[in-house]
Structures are given as structure tokens and as C-alpha cells.
């Protein structure tokens, strides 16, 4: 009896967490958007929409490790607030080191050299309820095409 009463007190004391993890973090229009236009594409546990347009190879890169990445950032009306595009002049940054959008960390732990992602990122973990004036209002979820093409490992 004090097994089933410890598992009961542990699921009352953890469904809450559990919930808070898998709660929809984009509005039912970005949802039914996002579902209509990339139905194949995957949610991650924190609400990170995404689909691999070309796959990549080798490991994800390690906190603190420095990325190079070209990208496209739009708003779901298709306006483009910023992009990099040059590859001898990509974007680049050291993972997990707050220098990015929430999201972008969360993406780039997973992604891989030479991979292409599609990326919808909710408002919450991108530039919330600030937004980034003029080009992106408060509460906008952000839509990344993003390519990884090296990585530079911390020593």
C-alpha cells in the first residue's frame, strides 16, 4: 500500500511539470497555420516546430561551441526581418552562451554540419512579449530557414 501511495503523491507532484513542458505555446491560428503549411513537420518537447530539408552529418554541436550558419527569419506573413545569406560571411555565434533567440540554442543542440532546417519558433522563446522593434511586434512567432555549415569545437 505505501508503494501505490508514494507513486500516486509523485505523479500529483510531477503531472504539473510534465504539463507545463508539452503545453501549446503557439495561438490556435499559428497552430492551424503552421500544421497547414509543413503538416510533416515535428514539435519538440518545448513547442519548436521544424523540418529537416537536408540532412547533415557528424555530431550537434557542444555548448559554448562556435556555429556558422546562413539564415532567412520571417514573420508567419512571409515578411523577412533579417537574413545572412553570404557564405563567406555567415552568422556565427558560440551555442548556449545567451548571444541568440532561446530558440536558436534549442535548434542548433540538435542540428548537424551541412543540414538545412525549417524552423517555426514560438513568441515566448524567441523575442516574447517585447518583440523587436520595428521589425518584429510583441508576441510573434518567428520562422527560420536555417543552414549549418561549421562547427568549431571548444577545446
Given at each position: 500500500?505505501?508503494?501505490?501511495?508514494?507513486?500516486?503523491?509523485?505523479?500529483?507532484?510531477?503531472?504539473?511539470?510534465?504539463?507545463?513542458?508539452?503545453?501549446?505555446?503557439?495561438?490556435?491560428?499559428?497552430?492551424?497555420?503552421?500544421?497547414?503549411?509543413?503538416?510533416?513537420?515535428?514539435?519538440?518537447s518545448?513547442?519548436?516546430?521544424?523540418?529537416?530539408?537536408?540532412q547533415?552529418?557528424?555530431?550537434?554541436?557542444?555548448?559554448?561551441?562556435?556555429?556558422?550558419?546562413?539564415?532567412?527569419?520571417?514573420?508567419?506573413?512571409?515578411?523577412?526581418?533579417?537574413?545572412?545569406?553570404?557564405?563567406?560571411?555567415?552568422?556565427?555565434?558560440?551555442?548556449?552562451?545567451?548571444?541568440?533567440?532561446?530558440?536558436?540554442?534549442?535548434?542548433?543542440?540538435?542540428?548537424?554540419?551541412?543540414?538545412?532546417?525549417?524552423?517555426?519558433?514560438?513568441?515566448?522563446?524567441?523575442?516574447?512579449?517585447?518583440?523587436?522593434?520595428?521589425?518584429?511586434?510583441?508576441?510573434?512567432?518567428l520562422?527560420?530557414?536555417?543552414?549549418?555549415?561549421?562547427?568549431?569545437?571548444?577545446?
Amino acid at each position: 500500500m505505501r508503494t501505490f501511495g508514494f507513486a500516486a503523491l509523485a505523479c500529483v507532484l510531477l503531472l504539473p511539470t510534465a504539463l507545463r513542458a508539452q503545453r501549446e505555446r503557439l495561438s490556435p491560428d499559428e497552430v492551424a497555420y503552421v500544421e497547414k503549411t509543413w503538416p510533416n513537420a515535428k514539435k519538440t518537447s518545448t513547442g519548436i516546430r521544424y523540418v529537416i530539408e537536408r540532412q547533415g552529418h557528424g555530431q550537434p554541436p557542444n555548448p559554448g561551441d562556435k556555429v556558422f550558419v546562413l539564415y532567412v527569419g520571417k514573420l508567419l506573413n512571409g515578411h523577412v526581418f533579417d537574413k545572412v545569406q553570404d557564405p563567406n560571411n555567415p552568422f556565427t555565434f558560440r551555442v548556449d552562451r545567451y548571444s541568440v533567440i532561446e530558440g536558436w540554442d534549442q535548434t542548433m543542440e540538435t542540428m548537424k554540419v551541412g543540414e538545412k532546417r525549417l524552423v517555426v519558433i514560438p513568441s515566448e522563446l524567441a523575442y516574447g512579449t517585447t518583440g523587436q522593434r520595428p521589425n518584429i511586434p510583441p508576441d510573434s512567432a518567428l520562422i527560420f530557414e536555417i543552414e549549418l555549415l561549421k562547427i568549431e569545437r571548444v577545446q
